[in-house]
């Protein structure tokens, strides 16, 4: 009964199939889109064929036309090549981030599961006073220290991200390091490291990476909130953060567009990436 | 000649909810290079916590007590590196369920190779030759082929063998094996403990060999330690044990067994639930299921007393009893109706080697 349960999980587990199967169409339409993103993140300043930073105040404002597709900005601003070459700043900074706070979290966490005792109970307790803390007001309280900038605002949302992971990883790493496995690996004397790093590890791969997916739209709101309030990216960079700031006072003068393709573009990155992590987490939770 | 392995006192507690609770009690014996001992009792009765505790794998948090000396030196004792290489060259282990015991998402050759790539330092290339090798001598002959195969392609009786196969790869002075054959089907069984006792033999392993199977551990261990509730009840030669056991409980197991050449209208089952450690009452914890006790036995718990040639038995009435323990157990026929008895049914299912 155990032994066809475990044979049922180990087929599931090894088998080879194609993530586009795992994915139903809401969660291909999210990666399409993430993808679109990513790309015009990467190739947008090619496409760019007006200086995202020329001012052209006599053009403050004004809608769109075939030298400006979308219109120019309060300081006569292109603003489709400001969205394109802000595109790779809104998002490299969440990239950032998730890479920073998955790697050390899950480091965190599985050096805690695997020494155990005291250690455990450390890193537990102060995942909990981070937690307390939110990432946005830890973040506005690092620039107190490093300054303002796109740097002070990915070192403080990495710190304050990092204790999600580690609590998500901590709880699948206990689970998984309980299983019988674990036990016939480490009375053939392996070290603890090669065991979290070779087996435990890749065995909870799935759900960190679903994780880092969907911190990544959290990432990219909360930076965009920073540069917002005009502590993350500044100007004259663009950033759809920062141009949603500036585009308020347009929002006032009933000229909205600035802040309204800013925060549109915000928008459906966030849904994807949110609706992706969603669907990679149930999916990484089913199987373990 | 001071033996290889050397228990003495080890009593165990598990924390459970806050409390500490026995598990395991005055657990004594010793175990010579190239020997093998038998564990048996049902479940919950402590076999395989002991033999957890020589491989240092009990959960975080167990009280352990008592000594462990493994060549002189005492496990209980070692920590970090020492621990690693007394785990990695001295002693392997063998787990009841081959499947649960690997890693389902890794194949087979990262399974038998690992420890040696990290432990031993050997070449990949050198260490799936030695690999091959070592599938060959556990008679699977397509080596090169099982090693590119995940777990769960190879039926139980292959992956036990690759098990075998895998605790083999560092010469151990000592195989603890924990019901090495429960999980698998009889004619495989015989084939993997065939196997098993083989290699035993051409290594000079010393083994500690934990089963339900009373036939096969007379067959297979030169003594056996019959264990209860925690603590050990009887421990001589296992071909004794069959003729002449020297515990109420060892009588009662040999009775509840089918036998070819015997005829009874219904099996002699034991009466009531196997207990454990924690729940037994004060007194012989076999006490409140034995036909033979008498209201002394309820007060204390008796000490394993030595009853000649390296014979012992933790039964009060042991020197009064020995002799008419099988006999009159037979005479009285089947008391109870075995509905309670739990895991001993498990004994009396497996069959003879």
Redesign the interface.
């Known amino acids: 009964m155990?032994?066809l349960a475990?044979?049922a999980?180990?087929?599931r587990?090894?088998r080879k199939r194609p993530l586009g199967r795992h994915l139903s169409i809401l969660g291909w339409c999210a990666a399409a889109v993430l993808a679109v993103v990513a790309l015009l993140a990467i190739f947008g300043p090619l496409l760019v064929t007006v200086d995202p930073n020329a001012v052209d105040l006599s053009g403050a404002y004004s809608g769109p036309s075939p030298e400006h597709l979308l219109g120019q900005d309060a300081s006569g601003r292109d603003l489709f090549s400001r969205l394109l070459s802000g595109a790779s700043t809104s998002l490299v900074g969440p990239l950032l981030v998730v890479v920073a706070s998955t790697v050390l979290g899950t480091a965190l966490a599985l050096s805690a599961v695997w020494i155990?005792?005291w250690f455990d109970s450390a890193i537990a307790r102060v995942i909990d006073a981070v937690f307390a803390f939110p990432g946005l007001l830890l973040a506005i309280l690092a620039t107190s220290i490093f300054g303002t900038g796109l740097q002070a605002a990915v070192i403080a949302l990495s710190i304050s991200y990092t204790p999600y992971i580690a609590r998500i990883v901590r709880g699948a790493a206990l689970r998984e390091r309980s299983?019988?496995?674990v036990?016939?690996?480490?009375?053939?004397?392996?070290?603890g490291t090669?065991i979290s790093l070779?087996?435990i590890l890749?065995?909870i791969a799935g759900l960190i990476s679903a994780n880092a997916t969907l911190s990544f739209g959290f990432a990219l709101i909360d930076l965009a909130a920073l540069s917002f309030i005009g502590l993350g990216v500044q100007a004259p960079t663009a950033d759809w953060g920062a141009m949603i700031g500036s585009g308020m006072a347009g929002i006032l003068q009933l000229e909205p567009q600035e802040a309204l393709w800013a925060s549109l573009l915000i928008v459906i990155t966030v849904a994807a990436a949110n609706s992706l992590g969603d669907e990679l987490v149930k999916r990484s939770e089913n199987r373990s | 000649m001071s033996a290889l392995l050397e228990v003495d006192g080890l009593s165990v507690q598990l924390p459970v909810a806050g409390e500490f609770r026995t598990v395991l009690q005055d657990v004594s014996f010793s175990l010579e290079a190239g020997q093998t001992l038998g564990l048996v009792g049902e479940s919950g009765s402590g076999k395989s916590m002991t033999v957890r505790s020589i491989a240092r794998l009990l959960p975080p948090g167990a009280r352990t007590t008592g000594s462990i000396r493994f060549d002189g030196a005492s496990v209980l004792d070692l920590r970090g590196d020492a621990l690693r290489k007394f785990r990695s060259r001295d002693v392997s282990m063998i787990f009841q369920d081959p499947r649960a015991h690997t890693n389902p998402v890794r194949k087979i050759g990262d399974f038998l190779t690992e420890a040696m790539r990290i432990n031993g330092k050997v070449p990949p290339r050198e260490a799936e030759r030695r690999a091959v090798e070592l599938l060959a001598e556990v008679g699977i002959h397509d080596g090169e082929r099982r090693l590119k195969q995940f777990p769960h392609e190879l039926s139980g009786g292959l992956l036990q063998r690759v098990m075998i196969a895998a605790s083999l790869a560092v010469k151990p002075r000592l195989i603890l094996a924990d019901e090495p054959t429960t999980a698998l089907d009889v004619t495989t069984q015989s084939e993997v403990m065939a196997i098993l006792a083989r290699l035993q033999r051409e290594y000079g392993m010393a083994m500690l060999f934990i089963t339900h199977d009373l036939e096969l551990a007379a067959a297979v261990c030169d003594r056996t330690v019959v264990m209860y509730a925690g603590a050990m009840v009887e421990h001589q030669d296992s071909s004794r044990l069959h003729t002449d056991p020297l515990h109420p409980y060892s009588a009662a197991l040999m009775q509840a067994r089918p036998e070819i050449d015997r005829r009874v209208p219904r099996l002699p089952a034991i009466p009531g639930h196997p207990t454990s450690a924690f729940e037994a009452p004060d007194g012989c914890a076999f006490a409140p299921r034995c036909r033979f006790a008498e209201d002394a036995c309820r007060a204390a718990l008796p000490p394993l007393e030595s009853m000649g040639d390296a014979a012992y038995s933790r039964c009060r009435r042991a020197a009064e009893l020995r002799g008419h323990l099988l006999a009159t157990a037979e005479h009285s026929g089947g008391l109870g109706d075995g509905a309670g008895v739990g895991d001993s049914a498990g004994l009396e299912e497996e069959v003879a080697r």
């Open positions: 155990t032994a475990a044979i999980e180990a087929r587990r090894t155990g005792g299983l019988p496995y036990a016939a690996l480490r009375v053939q004397g392996l070290r090669s070779r087996h890749p065995n």
